[in-house]
């Protein structure tokens, strides 16, 4: 159990197109998802809190109109790198976190590069 | 204070030795201390946890030792196998808020 995804794994876009990230929490209801970014050989940065229905918590130094935030459903939340550059280039990793519970589950990664 | 300090930054066992991996922290609001592990392209993997009631937790080859007073947690691997070698993330988290704060890792190599 426990079990989040990602899609897509890999994306390569355009300087100044905007990519959509989803994470889905496919066998429990999170109603708190979290968005991290890694850069090579770096630790996990979290950019922002997601909770169903409510707008995102930013971290400090996070875009809040560069990185859109949505978490319409228990089971999905998103993440649009709007008008994105080459230094958005990183691994964006999801996390969701079940009821009542302290472990976060994390989604595979989705490896984000701007050409 | 929101930090938490980790290392060493790289450890190198021989196969079936002990790796062991430290962190810190500063602040005494932190009640959630998760171990992950991370392979490289994939997202991190919960090994395993503790509060501060316990002063360790077992499971399998993985023990997490917890220092109240010294404000200070371990991971300790045992008969470390060469499937083990990854990158370590230990992390706190401050009561009620859920936010994880990650160590800056460690990279283990398991040489056979």
């Known amino acids: 159990g426990a079990v989040v995804s990602q899609h897509p794994s890999r994306v390569i876009c355009k300087s100044g197109t905007s990519v959509k990230i989803e994470c889905r929490s496919l066998d429990f209801q999170a109603t708190t998802m979290f968005w991290y970014r890694q850069f090579p050989k770096q630790s996990l940065m979290l950019m922002a809190t997601s909770n169903e229905g409510s707008k995102a918590t930013y971290e400090q130094g996070v875009e809040k109109d560069k990185f859109l935030i949505n978490h319409a459903s228990l089971t999905l939340s998103t993440l649009t790198v709007t008008s994105a550059h080459p230094e958005d280039s990183s691994f964006y990793i999801c996390s969701a976190l079940p009821p009542a519970r302290d472990e976060q589950y994390f989604g595979p990664g989705t490896r984000l590069t701007v050409t | 204070q929101q930090q938490v300090k980790q290392s060493p930054q790289s450890l190198i066992v021989q196969k079936g030795g002990i790796s062991i991996i430290n962190c810190a922290y500063e602040n005494t609001a932190f009640d959630y201390f998760p171990w992950y592990q991370q392979f490289p392209g994939k997202g991190p993997a919960l090994l395993i946890a503790?509060?501060?009631?316990?002063s360790e937790k077992k499971e399998g080859r993985f023990t997490i030792s917890f220092n109240k007073s010294a404000k200070q947690f371990s991971l300790h691997i045992m008969d470390s196998q060469p499937g083990d070698s990854a990158t370590y993330f230990c992390?706190?988290?401050?009561?009620?808020?859920?936010?994880?704060?990650f160590g800056a890792g460690t990279r283990l190599a398991v040489h056979p």
């Open positions: 992390a706190a988290s401050p009561g009620g808020y859920n936010k994880l704060i």
């Open positions: 503790i509060r501060p009631d316990v």
